[in-house]
């Protein structure tokens, strides 16, 4: 972390720099940004719903009801922090839009508050030692950690939400469970059954924990919201709890305005520090980044890692939180750049970025 570097203050505290303060020029800057906002390199349509119905809808094993909420989505939009300092912003930074499978960073990074804080104790213990719920009782499930779910290895077998488990089997087939660790499967049922599980042990909704732990401290503002599906109501201490989806599969996840996505990007650009106040341990973001050797391009849940250059003109180093209609929180040590871009289309994802770097002098 070097000298310059800036933690904004709450609500609109950004400090806005020009490219040439900040290290960039702005005419390689500025063709970034023509690029992102090419209509012709724009990734998904409007209306969401739509957009994911004919993706995944006529799958042979999801019978795409949609349980939770979806909404029309806005114009292509981002922006770009150098060193804390926000030096540029195009589209719509302020819109609440959903972000997909960006929602299971936000999960994975409450799991990392009940780590730091030894509600979990292990990652590598068995969920079933801390969450008495039913979902692990049998002997295949009783064999699955912390670390198992957060790798997205878990091979959980059972039914969540009325969904099977193989319904958002992104290539539609039935893959029985095998021994949990011995392959990773992107699996929204599985990631849903530790959003439970994590609702279980903390025993408040993880909206209240998220914002109370995280969101708050780093100024967020109180326009996100994280959403389950209409039958994903729980009994917690005789309380009902909603239990939050990790994903925009059938609806609901993290909707949130891509400044707040920026501060979130910062927070893990910065290994979990927030100005003087480590909110997460480095210990967990060093976790969090390790390579899973069964889908060595992820950490834990979204946390999508460089090593093998998925993003070719991106240092190895780099990092991004990734979701559906390239909902990306690019964040990258090496130049002390956090990115935020939603709509663009993944196939224009490394154009983009390689003309942002191509900025930095």
Known sequence: MTEETFFPAAGDGWVRRSAADAGMDADDLQ????????????????????????????????????????????????????????????????????????????????????????LIGDIDEPICETVHDGGYVSAHNRQITWNHALRQTSEWDGSLWDKHYSASNPDDELLEPITPGTRYEYNDVRVNRLSLSLLRLWKRPLPDVLREFVMDPIGASYTWQWHGYENSWVDVKGQRMHSVSGGGHWGGG????????????????????????????????????TPTGLGSDFGFMNWTLNTN???????????????????????????????????????????????????VR
């Open 31 to 118: 063709r970034a940004i023509d690029f992102a906002v090419d209509p012709a390199h724009e990734g998904f349509g409007r209306d969401l719903q739509a957009e994911w119905d004919a993706s995944n809808g006529g799958k042979q094993y999801d019978d795409g009801i949609t349980y939770g909420p979806y909404q029309e989505r806005g114009e292509a939009t981002g922006l770009i922090l150098r060193r804390g300092y926000l030096i540029a912003e195009w589209g719509a930074p302020e819109r609440v839009d959903m972000t997909f499978s960006v929602s299971k960073s936000f999960l994975s990074t409450v799991a990392g508050l009940a780590w730091d804080r030894s």
């Open 254 to 289: 993290m909707w949130i305005s891509a400044y707040d996505q920026a501060r979130f990007g910062l927070l893990s650009l910065r290994r979990g520090r927030w100005g003087q106040r480590q909110i997460l341990s480095d210990e967990w973001i060093s976790m969090a980044t």
């Open 309 to 359: 250059r998925v993003v070719p003109s991106a240092p190895a180093n780099s990092f991004f939180h990734s979701g559906a209609g390239t909902n990306r929180i690019y964040g990258d040590p090496e130049n002390e750049l956090v990115v935020v871009s939603r709509w663009l289309s993944g196939d224009h994802y490394d154009g983009f970025i390689s003309r942002v770097l191509a900025s």
